[in-house]
């Protein structure tokens, strides 16, 4: 138990707060409780979400001599508590009534677009609601999270969320996308209202579209007579007055890749002033800026490094030989003569977009107060610069029940970016998905592709979730996905990746049928896919001749069925006809079918991929409709 006496000063110590990531949100949490019920509720939160746990004086009290719990305690009552904490702090859990928080919470609230989340979750868990900051504070996001790691239902209220839309003041934060200028109340109402709206999208992922529900209200047509609202999406900067004749928003992905060449020691001030004239010129967005590229002996320039740490742009720089040899329109001998290649600034911003034609050509700027010159020229690449780390959850989704998938695993598919996976497991976890996230399904056979898929939108910036059945190590996706990042020279760090254990198909199959597996056991997959079946008959010998209890995996297919009758001859060859056997088709889900039989009769039966087969060892037995390995307990 950690006791702080006063909370004073905890602006300055913003070094305490903890962090917690929330899909593309970096969250600081705190969970706050008046009585000792909700105190024990909401300390789950602590570890699955990193929040800081806050009880009052009073319940602090009650809890005196409790070392199970870690918290903090405020000094003050809470509503002289409160604005201290509003300020720093993203994300607060109130364990209170609603109508209590409401009253705390209203001297505060300043706008939506500022407010913190806030979730409240009733005393016996049951519940957790979305109370403020539900969109850009990340409130109704973080409700589910909660609701996840409670087992309660989550109450959501925001129109978008009712219609399974993602909400259009935060659409574009998974790509790295900055919301430019525009009524985005209006715009958000006339979705709210199923009106039409138009979206013109000329640059930035199309992703989103290809995921939104069979009613959304978008139109995506250049010529639509029927919209009440629109959406751009581009990176250039439009005006929009406030008289016009329906509401408009803009947001900016991050498409621009400017480069720059300067002379040594430019003022920053000239090089902001450059940029500042040539975006106005083309009429482009500053917020559509992925970020400046430039020479490698520019990168060191303090006028660079001090713009870029101001805007959180990064500076990419490139040596000259790989800038000398791009195709420009206005190269200098002088410039190949002074650093080696003809063209730094328009070379730069192609070679970093990755295109071979320039949106604004190089432009020279000096200032006659200021010391130093710049150029300046603009790329546009066909993909967005996120500016994020992506990271892939291997989810391990157990035997398909929600309730036997770990909270850890249900919040990993809940708050990704994108999910991916085989159809019926998608299906399965359908309750855990939610508005705006990206959901690819592929066929059982192409597992191959699913990786390089995951992998490809995490090295874009995503957070990608992996789901597999049972336990995604154990002839899951982790292994393959783990093999396809070292193929393609992973650094191990990113994109983090994090594996998520869920209930294996033997587990899951013998906890229905009893305990078969108290003893040594193995499991053998029957798939000659990727297994010559030499190899996996000479496993079924060796678990045969081994005495092990043995789960097969994959025992029969429509094509493959010679597989089981063949595991059958083997184990008679070593074990009694009458040992037990256990068939178990879809444990935990509505279809499931579970017989026991023996070992003399069981390949006889019907038997397919669904399906686990469990053989027991000489001494497993049968107890009316259960089945027991024993342990040695007993003489």
Known sequence: MIILQSLQGAGKRREEKTMVQSGNLQVGLVAIATTVRSAYRLFPLTESLGAKL???????????????????????????????????????????ALGAVVRLIAPLLNHKSTDPAVVVVDENGNHAISVCGGHQGGADRLTRLVATQ???????????????????????????????????????????????????????????????????????????????ARVWISATQRQFTAKGTFPKVQWHPRVLWVGMGCERGTDEQVISQALEQVLAAAHLAEGAIAGIATLDRKADEPGLLALCQAKGWPLIPFPSQALKGVSVPNPSVVVAETVGTPSVAEAAALTAAGVLELLVTKQIYRSPDLAGAVTVAIAQSPQEYTARTGQLSLVGMGPGELQQMTPAAQTAVTQADAVLGYGLYLDLIAPLRRPGQIIESFP??????????????AQWGLTVAMVS?????????????????????????????????GITALQAAAARVGAPLMHDFCAISLSDLLTPWPVIEKRLV??????????????????????????????????HPQTPV?????????????????????????????????????????QGQWMITPRGYFP
């Open 150 to 228: 409670l087992g309660a239902v989550p109450i959501v209220t925001g129109a978008c969320d009712s219609l399974n839309l993602p909400a259009i003041d935060t659409l574009g934060l998974p790509f790295g996308w900055k919301r430019g200028s525009g009524n985005w109340t209006g715009v958000s109402a006339a979705i709210a209202q199923q009106h039409s709206v138009q979206v013109i999208q000329d640059a930035g992922s199309t992703l989103w579209q290809q995921h939104l529900p069979p009613d959304h209200p978008f139109e995506f047509e250049l010529d639509s007579s029927t919209a009440q």
């Open 54 to 96: 806050l009880v009052s004086p009073s319940c602090a009290q009650a809890l005196s001599g409790d070392n199970s719990l870690v918290y903090e305690v405020y000094p003050d009552s809470l509503s002289e508590t409160l604005p201290t904490l509003w300020s720093n702090h993203q994300g607060f859990i109130f364990g209170l």
């Open 469 to 501: 059945s049972g336990d995604c190590g154990i002839y899951g996706m982790a292994g393959l996905v783990l093999e396809e990042l070292q193929n393609q020279g992973w650094d191990g760090q990113i994109p983090g990746v994090q594996v998520f254990p």
């Open 582 to 622: 256990a068939l178990v088709r879809c444990a935990y889900r509505q279809n499931e079918e579970i017989t026991l039989t023996t070992l003399e009769d069981f390949a006889q039966l019907e038997i397919d991929m669904l399906t686990t087969v469990l053989i027991g060892n000489p001494t497993t037995r049968t």
């Open 444 to 457: 059982i056979t192409q597992e191959r592709q699913r990786a390089e898929r995951a992998i490809e939108l």
């Open 542 to 575: 060796a678990a045969a001749q081994g005495d092990f209890v043995t789960a097969i995996y994959n025992p029969k297919s429509q094509k493959r069925t010679e597989g089981i009758r063949r595991s059958q001859e083997i184990f008679l060859q070593y074990r």
